[in-house]
């Protein structure tokens, strides 16, 4: 069983930067697939990014230019960079994470809310 605990969020101006960190524990995590999600009000929750245990990083396109994943597997902490953000922007971001042999993502954080003012 994972755990994950998001924190970083925060009220931000429009334009603005914040680094999400997300700390995961138990089973193996440093091996797994480690994501990042958010939800805004009204909405489905949406992709944003993923990252392996090797690096190797995919992001959504509406957010590649602005918002950049890491790991620190020494730390069992993934971190989600968000720059130049738009008040669109404003969701709650979890954090998630998989088994390499699972498609789907099987253990989320609680969620952590950013908010982008104009």
């Known amino acids: 069983q994972v755990q994950l605990v998001e924190s970083g969020g925060g009220l931000v101006q429009a334009g603005g930067s914040l680094r999400l960190s997300c700390a995961a524990s138990g089973g193996t995590s440093r091996t797994y697939y480690m994501g990042w999600f958010r939800q805004a009000p009204g909405r489905e929750r949406e992709f944003l990014a993923e990252?392996?245990?090797?690096?190797?990083?995919k992001r959504a396109d509406s957010v590649k230019d602005r918002f950049y994943i890491s790991r620190d597997n020494a730390k069992n902490t993934v971190y989600l960079q968000m720059n130049s953000l738009k008040v669109e922007d404003t969701a709650v971001y979890y954090c998630a994470a998989r088994r390499v042999s699972t498609p789907e993502y099987e253990y989320w954080g609680q969620g952590t809310q950013v908010t982008v003012s104009s």
């Open positions: 990252i392996d245990w090797r690096g190797l990083t």
